[in-house]
């Protein structure tokens, strides 16, 4: 899921920032009707009628329904851009949340997740809905609340009138009474969701996320950013029981290992830092914070780790080696998280910004 630009013009930081949290939040919780509809090839030279059945966003497995009741599955790669957008906007995730999970079964109109909040508390009877939210930069979020000209949320919001579930009618910025952010690693935080974070000058995905998960959960949502710039998942965020491997005569790091890379046949040398030790910080903050559960969420008896959300993958594009490894390992990465925070159901979502600014290169669509 890629942050496009708008009519060949990248749009403004924190514009494109809460569309795309809003759209994440939407794959993970919709399960919208099948619709038949003529499927492309990516080049283009093949088509055919079918049903959408089921769409993973983590795994890109795509199911579709034939005219005679034949299912084919493949990966999105196979298909058009046409039909990537479409999956983006309509595809189906299996029913949120996990079956396990006493929130029960998403039945809302779409429409109704970018509506205002309607004010009301949650319902504390519930565990609290628990989504952690990891990454980069991206994640962290350096969209500007004010003073940022065309590109704050302030001028979106309140003069060209998008996202209007942001403030009230008389144009103050809406608190939720629902949702909590919990920031554990940046700008260390914890509150109820509304714009701002650092001085309450800056937003990131958690904005419109946490917007539309709030509104589509009668539970307590809390969401938990263990994020920080500049991170690769090829190293720092490399998960445990991930392992070495050799390219062009040089050995690459699995996990803890203590250099990135070093000569085949010599001894990795490092210094203090090691592969993997991002994903063990990010994750020892999350779990903390879980740990105080009622200090982040007032009053909160339980919780259910519902979902993951990644946004990352800008530094690993700009490695060749790490680009190439990057599939292998995220699903090592998905596997280890829900295997860390004991929910093996738990919802994965992934974004990523192919480019920090149009025609900047960076990832050049080498990730995702």
């Not at 009519?7 to 949290?21: D, E, F, S, T, V």
């Not at 779409?110 to 309607?118: H, I, R, S, T, V």
């Not at 589509?216 to 998942?233: E, F, H, T, Y």
């Amino acid at each position: 899921m890629t942050a496009k630009p708008i009519g060949g013009i990248q749009p403004p930081r924190a514009i494109w920032i809460n569309r795309l949290a809003a759209t994440t939040a939407l794959v993970m919780l919709i399960a919208t009707d099948a619709q038949a509809r003529t499927w492309t090839s990516t080049d283009g030279s093949k088509t055919f009628e079918g049903e959408l059945k089921s769409y993973d966003p983590a795994t890109r497995a795509v199911s579709v329904v034939q005219p005679n009741g034949s299912i084919l599955k493949f990966t999105q790669d196979k298909l058009s851009a046409a039909d990537l957008a479409f999956l983006t906007e309509a595809g189906k995730t299996d029913s949120f949340p996990a079956a396990n999970s006493t929130a029960g079964k998403i039945e809302i109109d779409p429409k109704k997740l970018l509506e205002k909040p309607d004010g009301k508390p949650a319902d504390m009877t519930k565990p609290v809905q628990v989504f952690i939210l990891m990454g980069q930069s991206n994640m962290v979020g350096m969209g500007k609340v004010a003073g940022g000209g065309e590109g704050s949320l302030e001028n979106a919001v309140k003069t060209k009138k998008l996202y209007p579930y942001l403030a009230d009618d008389a144009g103050k910025w809406i608190v939720r009474t629902d949702v909590r952010c919990a920031m554990v690693t940046c700008d260390q935080q914890s509150g109820w969701l509304e714009p701002g974070y650092g001085a309450k000058d800056n937003i990131g995905p958690e904005l419109g996320f946490g917007n539309v998960v709030g509104n589509a959960i009668d539970a307590p949502v809390l969401l938990i950013k263990a994020c920080i710039g500049n991170r690769s998942l090829g190293w720092d965020l490399l998960p445990p029981g991930s392992e070495r491997f050799e390219a062009d005569g040089m050995m690459y790091a699995g996990y803890k290992d203590p250099t990135d890379k070093w000569p085949k046949g010599t001894e990795p040398k490092g210094s203090g830092w090691y592969a993997g030790k991002q994903y063990d910080d990010d994750t020892a903050n999350a779990k903390a914070a879980l740990k105080s559960l009622d200090a982040n969420y007032p009053d909160a008896k339980k919780y259910e780790v519902a979902g993951f959300v990644f946004w990352q993958g800008e530094k690993d594009g700009g490695n060749p080696v790490h680009a190439s490894n990057y599939e292998k390992n995220l699903v090592q990465f998905i596997k280890q998280l829900r295997k860390d925070f004991e929910a093996p159901n738990a919802k994965f979502v992934v974004g990523t910004l192919g480019e920090a600014t149009k025609g900047s290169g960076g990832n050049g669509g080498k990730i995702l």
